[in-house]
């Protein structure tokens, strides 16, 4: 399997974005990824059965199964980080304590809501 990417942006630093520890990263959209995933695949098969049609017969059941596990796969759920942003940051930051606290408190707990509670998350608001 070969994809081709165009870089959009490079940066030197994460500056926040994302943890330092994860080193070089390839930010992707979960979305995009699901999409590449299936294409890929349905034209592997579609070339396969193009070269030699028995092998329709042989992989049918195979085919089924695969493409049920890819319309059920979401990588938008495995995504290692997933970014917000805070409506009025200014707003929320140069408040008084308690408004600051309810409003990143408030932001995290509708990126949960967003992201279901089966997610494996933790919710940072760094400054």
């Not at 959009?8 to 500056?15: E, G, L």
């Not at 193009?50 to 092998?55: D, G, K, N, V």
């Not at 408190?105 to 992201?115: E, I, K, P």
Request: contains cysteine; negative net charge; charged residues 15%.
């Amino acid at each position: 399997m070969h994809h081709s990417f165009n870089l959009v942006k490079a940066f030197d630093r994460p500056n926040g974005k994302f943890g330092a520890t994860l080193g070089n990263v390839a930010l992707v959209d979960c979305h995009y990824i699901n999409k590449i995933f299936e294409t890929t695949y349905l034209n592997y098969f579609d070339d396969l059965i193009r070269q030699e049609p028995l092998f329709y017969m042989i992989f049918a059941e195979f085919d089924v199964a695969v493409k049920k596990v890819l319309d059920e796969m979401n990588f938008c759920n495995y995504a290692l980080s997933v970014n917000g942003v805070i409506q009025d940051p200014v707003g929320a930051y140069m408040g008084t304590m308690a408004n600051m606290n309810e409003k990143i408190g408030y932001a995290g707990n509708v990126m949960v809501d967003s992201l279901t509670l089966q997610s494996n998350i933790t919710v940072s608001a760094p400054i």
